[in-house]
């Protein structure tokens, strides 16, 4: 699934791409997405100019300059880019949004349809969205002595605390783990048993990976890409994700894998300490 550098690339790469047109045209696919798209919106968008494109956590929201946020969210395998108008389209195209000058469209793609396309009237119908989801700040933002108090209040282990997106946003499976490696926590640590110190090491771990990620344009493991339809690199980087049986980046000790939270978990045992308070 897309996590905040993917998607975060994917906006950085349409923003330009973007700002400043107008949509002509709304062509919505057949079968549904996880919510059905409206031909209601469909006929609000049409004229409408993007103003503005950006993230909040792992959704990317454009503006229209009659104050309506567009909002999509890529769910586990889709992609959102723009295209030559003249461009094949790909199987799995669910929504086309032609663009004024009739040369590129906005193309939104998604093999297992578990992403989203929403049309919310206003910016305060989007806030009470992302209120009511319990979505949690961003990871650039996180105030310490918040990070720290929720921490305390999980008995949750530290690589089920960073799924939670009403704990922070947009970190998912992959730099849950890289995170992890970073502040060298031992993912099956308990929230309430983390130091102060160790606290402060993840939530600026959470950072730095998160900035490394961007920069490469996050990771592309299956079919992710980014807003121009290049893959991303920082796949090539990863210190556990995937790792399984690889030797340690820092130690050389045997990358090893659990299940956790439901999830694939990776980490080094060595540099990671135990999962219990030392």
């Not at 798209?37 to 792992?58: C, F, H, M, T, Y």
Request: hydrophobic letters at 35%; a positive charge; charged letters at 30%.
């Amino acid at each position: 699934m897309p996590e905040l550098p993917e998607v975060e690339t994917v906006v950085r790469e349409l923003r330009p791409r973007l700002t400043g047109r107008y949509i002509v045209s709304v062509r919505a696919g057949r079968k549904a997405l996880r919510r059905r798209w409206s031909p209601v919106w469909a006929a609000a968008l049409n004229g409408r100019r993007i103003d503005a494109a950006e993230r909040r956590g792992k959704w990317i929201v454009l503006h229209c300059d009659d104050g309506a946020r567009l909002v999509i969210h890529l769910g586990m395998t889709g992609q959102l880019f723009v295209a030559p108008a003249d461009a094949p389209r790909q199987p799995h195209t669910h929504l086309v949004f032609g663009l004024n000058d009739g040369t590129e469209e906005l193309r939104f793609r998604d093999v297992r349809r578990f992403g989203s396309a929403t049309l919310f009237p206003d910016r305060a119908a989007l806030e009470t969205f992302f209120t009511q989801s319990g979505l949690g700040p961003e990871p650039f933002d996180l105030d310490p002595a918040f990070w720290r108090a929720r921490l305390l209040a999980t008995d949750r282990c530290l690589k089920a605390a960073l799924l939670d997106q009403r704990l922070v946003a947009g970190v998912g499976n992959i730099y849950a783990d890289e995170s992890l490696y970073e502040a060298r926590l031992h993912p099956t640590r308990r929230g309430r048993d983390t130091r102060p110190a160790e606290a402060e090491r993840l939530r600026k771990a959470i950072v730095v990976v998160l900035t490394r990620a961007i920069e490469k344009r996050g990771s592309s493991i299956r079919d992710y890409i980014g807003g121009t339809g290049r893959k991303g690199g920082y796949q090539e980087e990863f210190r556990v994700y995937g790792r399984t049986g690889a030797p340690c980046r820092r130690c050389g000790a045997p990358i090893e894998r659990i299940r956790l939270a439901g999830r694939s978990t990776h980490f080094c045992p060595q540099c990671q300490g135990s999962g219990s308070r030392e």
